[in-house]
């Protein structure tokens, strides 16, 4: 929304939300970062990544959850901007399917794990199925918990508790989300594909 | 910018137990520290004893908590002591009393806030660290003993291997825990200072209590985190069979690496020691200027000082692990960027100096702890040089040297910093006055006995001895150190003894305290000039509107004109042509801090 606003009371006080997210948002980057650092260190003192022996991870079907998560995102996207509008009923709907298409991610990763799981890679399997099964693990918590954020800012939303002066509330767990999916695409290129 | 005001609440449970109110946090964080500081010292005596008196019945401790050995400390308790003993003071006595107390405390009402950006996530913060002491008591509870890997936590001590039990486990997810609180309390404290300074408070103006504790919430946020996740590695290779840390004959070829964790841990543990002394340079630093009567010296220097610091203390972290094998170009580069931090650390004590230099000296309690401060800091520093030297540090490596600096910087100066700011603070929080003379007795014992117990750490480790020993006297190179030890533990003891001077004075002091004025030291800063003691529910009706910096004493001009030495942050002052006669001043330079 490029349109230049004056900065009213409400409009500054939005502003140090924003700010407060996005040093939260920072610290769940460092984080996240460590992980991806030990991981990182991981790999670089391992003579073969994946070591020898170690079943291959399908690709396919995580790459499809992919899509699934970045479209979560998208429809979150949206509905904020219909909210901006002050359609409020759209931004319903799109939480709605921004809420589904998370589950539906979820339900994927767990069908990812067990097939995994079934072909011989387990947590027990040393670094590497450490590095695998925590690293998704520790994401799809984050997953689980945007879920019930959206689906609190969904009713709160069917409430009508919501309007176009008042966009803060869905912004912020908006914010979260996206950053969740951030992750995501890294831990798919940095797992799956590299 | 203006904060509304929220109703104050009635209820008790909402007025002192669920509050969101910065004041009362701030009091439940001193409270809690306290404790814990309590705990963790007797931790230490418990300790202490072992060293001078080995394998004998430790007296009271012993008699209540280890009858099964007739009182005696044995190996495995003795490995749970001094690892507990780390971790409750930094994370569960420090931490609190110096962030989570003092922090609260002050940023809201030095800037000219209503509260904190975020109450409620306030009140989080504090509940959050509520449940991680929780989980701390209930390591010592647990059957196979409390944590025992050292504070450090290194695995593959503290792995199922190395510390089976519930007890490492529990603390491995307090620390997680209070990590979490901890960056809730920093997302406030950076946001708040960014967006709810009062009008006319710019960042220069800032007193450097405030801009000590802005930095430490910074290096809090973007590196306790990392620590948050070697806690949860750590928890899941515990609890869910994973094997991040743990290598070897247990999992084969294809094991995870413990030196990852020690790199985790070190990235978050270096900008530690600085979180934990930073807002301590900030409260020494107004605190000297203060009780001199003297503008702070050079107050951009110091603030410049303070941030370089911060940056620097991200990219040291190295220097822990001289031993560890690492390639010798990177332990060079380590060794050159942390002897660059004495640069900012020499201007700051140069400052310090400065700013005493030809002051009237007001020597009351805050003014010695805070000096006191400046001696064991740097003491401190100055043995730290040492260690982050490869050639000595090889030589110094895990002996009492190191205990006996660790503590002169983050034990001794952030103690004697957090009496300082207590006893300053003190009128304000309770609205009474804490007794000058006890205080006294309670500073000169604190830094006799400091300096005695840590010095004697220092020579004991010069000379050889290894720390965290048992049972040091059973090597033949280290038993004639069984003297100095045994004088060490008595001064360690008398250091015990006389804090509970202090006890007795807090608590009198609450109970039974004459009432205080509201600017008792007849201080500039906007707790003492525009709130009562205590200050109100939302601190300020209105919101001052402040016109210069926090370290305006000692101008001639201003002391004909109204009868005192110093002026606050608000009042008009002097007109331009009075303004002119102060050009005649000592220290012009210093007087630029607006
Ligand atoms: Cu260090």
Redesign the pocket.
Known sequence: MGDVVELRPRAREDFTSVIGMMIALGAWAMMFGALFFMYAGMRSHALMWPPPGVPRLPIGLPALNTAVLLASSGAFSLGLRSLRKGERRALSAWLAAAAALGTTFLALQVVVWRDVWASGLQPSTGAYGSVFYGLTALHAVHVAAGILVILLVLVRSLLGKYTEHNVMPVRLPGMFWHFVDAVWVLMFVSLYLL | MEQHIHPEPKAFIWKYVFSIDHKVIAKQFLWTGLMFLALGGTLAMMIRWQWAYPKTAVPVVGALFLSHTGGAITPPTYTSIFTMHGLIMIFWAITPILIGAFGNFCIPLMIGARDMAFPKLNMYSYWMFFASSVLVILSFTSQLGAASAGWTTYPPLSTNVGAPGWGQTYMALAIFATGVSTIMGGINYIVTVIRYRAPGMTWFRLPLTIWGMWLTAILNVLFVPVLGSAALLLSLDRLAGTHFFVAGAAVGIQGGDPMLFQHLFWIF??PE?YILILPVWGIVGDILSFFSRKPAFWYKGSVFAMIAVTVLSAV??G??MYQTGMAPLLGLGFEMLTLAISVPAVVLFVNWLNTIWKGSLRLEVPMLFALGMVFVFGAGGLTGLLLGTISTDIYLHDTMYVVGHFHLTMAAASFLGSFSALYFWFPKMYGKQMDQNLGKVHFWGSVVFITLVFGGQLVAGYSGQHRRLFEPYQYTYIRHLAPLNRWTSFAAFALGATQLIFVVNFIKSILMGKKAEQNPWHVSTLEWTHCASPPIYHNFDIVPTVVRGAHEYADPAVKKKFGRDYLDQVEPGLSAVDEDSSAGMPEPEAIGAE
């Open positions: 543990g270096h020691v040291v972290y220097h822990h």
